[in-house]
């Protein structure tokens, strides 16, 4: 017979769980993400999703020793699409993480090594990931989808991992370290933007409020910029996306090769970038995004074509004023952008 443990003896207190769902960033906010991913990524694959967990159980030596006969992987079917059925529903409660615990409990009572256990979760998410649509139509994009759902798998498999070594601490401290160490390289995925290598529209976003703060507390000056590539879609149409998207990194590593050591770029959506300029006046922006325009216009990019490619690009720079909010700022650097592309593009226009 197994072995009886109690759960609450594993449990987490009210800080802990706390802790637990800052260091994956999940917050309130993420509970809408949580609904997207179960009504349009796990209900309507649920049997899918275990199926093809399973297959890739079975297929593996090392998995097949615990899947003895076909009744108890029929009963851990049902025991995954429990799981599933609840996976990130109300993530910040004591409940869930009990019941994310105990799984890491059953797991201990049937011997499964931390290796086996944290490679059957890791090929898990995959498979969850796999079967995201790109529709956009969601009410969130795929990437911000895929992101909610590495680090709610994440936090699950944390607890269960905090259960399978309660009793031994040294070993708890390593796994601990190693999902520290998984919470940085996720908060760094979410910030990066995966094509050019520039922060994320988000991250951008959380800078842009944080610095018109820092200005106004500080009382110093600040700049932003709207960038877009002029007539990029051509680009992408002529030469396929692939030069396109080759085409987007240079330009995006050169702008901010060019810009100062506190100045700050995001890719804010496509072609386009949002550029945060510490410390400048209105004269001092134009003068940086100048620089830019200009060297971005005498650019010649390799690409795998018999020529390389030019690229311009149009930019719009304000200043923020006294009674500006974040709506205003930025919607005053989006105008001057217009301006520039009614100008003729390949300039910069300021308001």
């Known amino acids: 017979m197994s072995k009886q443990i109690n759960i609450s003896s594993f449990s987490l207190s009210y800080d802990a769980r706390k802790s637990c769902l800052e260091l994956f960033e999940l917050a309130v ?14 209900q309507p694959n649920v049997d899918r999703i275990v199926d093809e967990f399973y297959d890739f159980m079975l297929s593996h030596d090392s998995f097949r020793p615990y899947l003895k006969d076909d009744a108890l992987v029929a009963r851990l079917k049902e025991s995954q699409r429990s799981y599933l059925d609840t996976l990130g529903v109300d993530f910040d409660t004591p409940g869930y993480f009990e019941d994310r615990i105990r799984v890491g409990v059953i797991h201990k009572q049937v ?7 944290q490679g059957a979760y890791t090929k898990l998410l995959g498979i969850i990931i796999d079967k995201i649509p790109a529709a956009e139509h969601l009410g969130a994009s795929r990437r911000e989808i895929a992101s909610f759902a590495r680090r709610i798998t994440a936090l699950d498999m944390s607890l269960a991992v905090h259960a399978y070594h309660v009793e031994r601490i040294e070993e708890m401290q390593v796994s601990l370290n190693t999902l520290r160490k998984e ?8 910030a990066t933007d ?3 290598g520039v922060h994320t529209r ?12 820092q200005a106004r507390t500080q009382k110093t000056g600040l700049g932003l910029a709207m960038v877009d590539l002029d007539h990029f879609k051509s680009i992408n149409d002529t030469y396929g996306h692939l030069v396109g998207d080759k085409v987007l990194k240079e330009i995006a590593g050169k702008i901010q ?10 890719r ?18 134009t003068i940086i995004m100048e620089r830019v325009r200009s060297t971005v216009a005498h650019m010649l990019i390799e690409v795998d074509i018999d020529q390389p490619i030019r690229v311009t690009l149009s930019a719009g720079v304000t200043t923020l004023r006294e009674d500006d909010t974040e709506d205003s700022f930025f919607h005053r650097a989006d105008e001057a952008l217009y301006d520039a592309k009614r100008s003729g593009r390949n300039r910069i226009a300021s308001r």
Do not use: P, W
Request: net charge negative; proline share 0%.
């Open 29 to 42: 906010e993420d509970k809408k993400l949580a609904d997207i991913l179960q009504r349009n990524v796990i």
């Open 257 to 266: 090769a060019l810009l100062r050591g506190d100045d700050l770029v995001g």
């Open 202 to 213: 988000n991250h951008i976003m959380e800078i842009f409020s944080g610095a018109m703060r």
């Open 194 to 196: 995966e094509l050019t």
């Open 268 to 285: 804010y959506g496509g072609e386009e970038f949002m550029i945060i300029l510490n410390n400048t006046d209105l004269a001092g922006a």
């Open 183 to 190: 919470g940085a390289q996720l908060r760094d995925q979410v």
């Open 111 to 117: 011997g499964l090594s931390t290796t086996l256990y």
